[in-house]
RNA sequence: GUCCCCAUCGUCUAGCUGGCCCAGGACGCCGGCCUCUCACGCCGGUAACGGGGGUUCAAAUCCCCCUGGGGACGCCA
C-alpha cells in the first residue's frame, strides 16, 4: 500500500505571510491536493519573546483568503512542550545528547577562534563528555557524529551530503527550557506522520542537522525537497525591505487571492508555456518533476497582469461582493447588487485590480449632482457648438421611452444622419457630459447602463457649467 | 572565512535521456491594427544560452575549471 501524502506548513508567527512564504505554503499544499493526501497546518512559536498571537491571526487569515485549506491543526508548538521533553530525555538517556554548561559567550569565543583559524566557526564540545546534570544556565546538546558524513535524497536538488565535520553539537533544548527549531521541528514532522517536506532552499544546509536528529531519534525519514528562494529585486534575501509585503496587503490592493496563487506558482515552478491556471487547474496540473532549482525574483508587473486576466475571466457574481467591499474605503455610494452585475462587465476589460474597478465604478454609483467637472476638460470638450448639439440630443433622448442600447444608438445615428455630423464629432462631449471624464467604457453601454434619469440630469449639469 | 546550492532575454520561464534551437512562450517596453475615449483584443519588434577548456560527426543541453549570484554557519525559524 502506498502511503498517503502529509504535508505541512510550518509559520512561525515572528511576522507576516509574506509571499516567500506563502509560495511555501502553496508547494506543500497543492502536493497534497493532488495527492489526495493531508495538509497540516503548524505554528512554529517556540521562540517566546517574539511571536505573537496577532501574526498568528494575521497568518491563519491569509492562508484562508489564499483559499489553503488544512486539514488539521493548526498545531502550536508552544503547546507540545512536554512532547519535545520527551524526547530530548530519551536522547539524554541513551547518551546521544548531553547537557552543556557553556555560557552563550563562551560559545561565541570558540566560534570566533575557529573562524581566525580559517574553519567554520562552531561549538567546541568542550562538555560533551562531562557528563553534566542539567541545571539552570545550562543547555541540551546533541553528540553529534565527529566523523563520516550525513546525506539525503532531495527531491529538487538530488543527492546532498555533508562532512560531518562541518556540523557541531547544536543546542535542543535552550537554557529557558524551550526546544529549538531543530528539535521541534524533527520531532514533530516525524510524529505528525510528514511524508513530504518542502521548504525554502535557505533550510538545505542544515537539512543534515536534522537528518542526525531523526537517526538519533529512530524516525523515518520524510522525503526533502528544497525549492529555490524568491529573492527581492536586488537579488538578496526577501525582506521588509523589498516586496515583503503582507499577503493580506495585496487583498487590500484588491488583488484576487486566484491571482497571487497563479503567480506564486509560476516563481519556481512551471508547466510548459502555460502561465494562467484556474484553481483546479493548479492542483490537476502540480507535480514535482516540473520545480525549478535556481532563484528568482517575484516581479509585480507580471503579478498585474495576471490579476487583470483573472478579472477578466471572472464570473460578473464573485466580483459583485469584491467590489462592493472596495467601494466604502473610497467613500463611494453603497450600490444594489444588480446595479454593480451590470457595470462589473463594463469594467472587466478595464481593470487591474478591484480598487482599480472601483475607481472606475465611481461614474457609475455616484449620483449626477456628485459628479465632478474638471474645469478645463470641460471648456476644452463641451463647446458652444457642441453644446448646441448636446441640447438637442438631449431632448430627442428625453422622448425615449427605453434607455436599451439598441435604441440609444438609434436615437444618435438617427441625430448623426439629419446633421451630417461625425459621432467622433459628438461622442467627446457626451461622454464627458455625463461621466466628467475624458475616458469610460463605451459610450452606449455606459448611458444604457446609468439610465435615463442619471444621464438627462447629467447632461443638464454639463450644459449649465 | 568555511561549507552548501544555483547559473537561458531586464523579470518569470520552455528547452525532459545532446541534433527539430543561429533558442520558444509570458510580463515589461517599442511600433502598428481595431476604434466614440480609455482599455481589451490582434499583429509585429526589442532582448538571453556568464567565460574558458574538454567529450562528440554534433552541446544551451554531458564533464572539468573559472567567474558570478544566493544561502547556511544562533540558546531565530
Redesign the pocket.
Known amino acids: 500500500m502506498i502511503k498517503k501524502v502529509v504535508t505541512r506548513f510550518?509559520?512561525?508567527p515572528?511576522g507576516h505571510l509574506h509571499i516567500g512564504g506563502a509560495r511555501t505554503a502553496l508547494f506543500n499544499w497543492l502536493l497534497a491536493r493532488s495527492q489526495n493526501g493531508i495538509f497540516v497546518l503548524r505554528i512554529?512559536?517556540?521562540?517566546?519573546?517574539?511571536?505573537t498571537q496577532e501574526m498568528t491571526d494575521g497568518i491563519l487569515q491569509a492562508m484562508q483568503w489564499l483559499g489553503m485549506d488544512w486539514d488539521l491543526g493548526p498545531y502550536f508548538?508552544s503547546e507540545r512542550l512536554d512532547i519535545y521533553n520527551e524526547h530530548i530525555e530519551g536522547l539524554l538517556a541513551s547518551g546521544q545528547a548531553y547537557n552543556?554548561?557553556?555560557?552563550?559567550q563562551?560559545?561565541?569565543a570558540m566560534?570566533e577562534e575557529?573562524?581566525t583559524?580559517?574553519?567554520?566557526?562552531?561549538?567546541n564540545g568542550r562538555c560533551r563528555e562531562l557528563g553534566l546534570w542539567p541545571g539552570p544556565?545550562?543547555?541540551v546538546?546533541l553528540k553529534a557524529p565527529l566523523e563520516g558524513d550525513t546525506g539525503f535524497q532531495?527531491l529538487?536538488?538530488?543527492?546532498?551530503?555533508?562532512?560531518n565535520r562541518?556540523?557541531?553539537d547544536?543546542?535542543l533544548?535552550?537554557?529557558?527550557g524551550?526546544?529549538?527549531?531543530?528539535l521541534?521541528?524533527v520531532v514533530d514532522d516525524a510524529l505528525m506522520g510528514m511524508t513530504h517536506i518542502l521548504r525554502?532552499?535557505?533550510?538545505?544546509?542544515?537539512t543534515p542537522?536534522q537528518v542526525l536528529l531523526y537517526q538519533a531519534l529512530g524516525f523515518e525519514l520524510p522525503q526533502f525537497g528544497?525549492v529555490?528562494?524568491?529573492?527581492g529585486?536586488?537579488?538578496?534575501?526577501?525582506s521588509k525591505r523589498h516586496g515583503a509585503m503582507s499577503v493580506l496587503e495585496y487583498r487590500e490592493k484588491g488583488y484576487l487571492p486566484q491571482a497571487v496563487l497563479n503567480?506564486l506558482v509560476?516563481?519556481?515552478?512551471?508547466?510548459?508555456?502555460?502561465?494562467l491556471f484556474a484553481h483546479d487547474e493548479l492542483i490537476s496540473l502540480f507535480s514535482l518533476?516540473?520545480?525549478?532549482?535556481?532563484?528568482?525574483?517575484?516581479?509585480p508587473?507580471?503579478?498585474?497582469?495576471?490579476n487583470?486576466?483573472h478579472i477578466?475571466n471572472s464570473p460578473v457574481e464573485e466580483l459583485v461582493p469584491l467590489l462592493g467591499e472596495q467601494l466604502r474605503p473610497k467613500g463611494l455610494p453603497r450600490a444594489d447588487p444588480k446595479y454593480l452585475q451590470e457595470i462589473i462587465p463594463l469594467l472587466?476589460?478595464?481593470?487591474?485590480t478591484m480598487v482599480d474597478m472601483a475607481e472606475?465604478a465611481a461614474v457609475f454609483v455616484l449620483n449626477a449632482d456628485d459628479i465632478v467637472y474638471d474645469p478645463d476638460l470641460v471648456a476644452k470638450v463641451i463647446t458652444p457648438e457642441a453644446k448646441a448639439h448636446l441640447l438637442a440630443l438631449r431632448d430627442r433622448l428625453a422622448w425615449l421611452e427605453s434607455f436599451a442600447q439598441s435604441d440609444l444608438e438609434g436615437v444618435i445615428t438617427e441625430y448623426l444622419e439629419e446633421t451630417g455630423i461625425?459621432?467622433?464629432l459628438?461622442?467627446?462631449p457626451?461622454?464627458v457630459s455625463i461621466t466628467g471624464?475624458?475616458?469610460?467604457?463605451?459610450?452606449?453601454?455606459?448611458m444604457a447602463v446609468l439610465g435615463k434619469e442619471q444621464v438627462l440630469r447629467r447632461m443638464d449639469r454639463a450644459l449649465s457649467l
Open positions: 510550518p509559520p512561525s515572528t512554529e512559536d517556540t521562540d517566546v519573546g517574539r511571536s508548538q552543556c554548561q557553556c555560557t552563550a563562551e560559545v561565541e566560534r575557529a573562524r583559524k580559517g574553519e567554520k566557526p562552531k561549538y544556565g545550562r543547555v546538546r532531495d529538487v536538488k538530488g543527492y546532498n551530503r555533508v562532512d562541518e556540523l557541531d547544536f543546542v533544548r535552550r537554557a529557558d524551550m526546544p529549538t527549531y531543530n521541534a521541528v525554502g532552499d535557505d533550510h538545505l544546509s542544515n542537522k528544497h529555490p528562494m524568491i529573492l529585486p536586488d537579488k538578496k534575501k526577501l503567480t509560476r516563481l519556481g515552478w512551471s508547466y510548459g508555456d502555460q502561465e518533476q516540473n520545480l525549478g532549482k535556481s532563484a528568482c525574483v517575484f516581479n508587473e507580471k503579478l498585474d497582469w495576471v487583470a486576466q477578466k472587466q476589460p478595464r481593470s487591474t472606475q461625425k459621432f467622433k459628438l461622442a467627446q457626451i461622454r471624464k475624458k475616458a469610460s467604457p463605451g459610450l452606449f453601454e455606459t
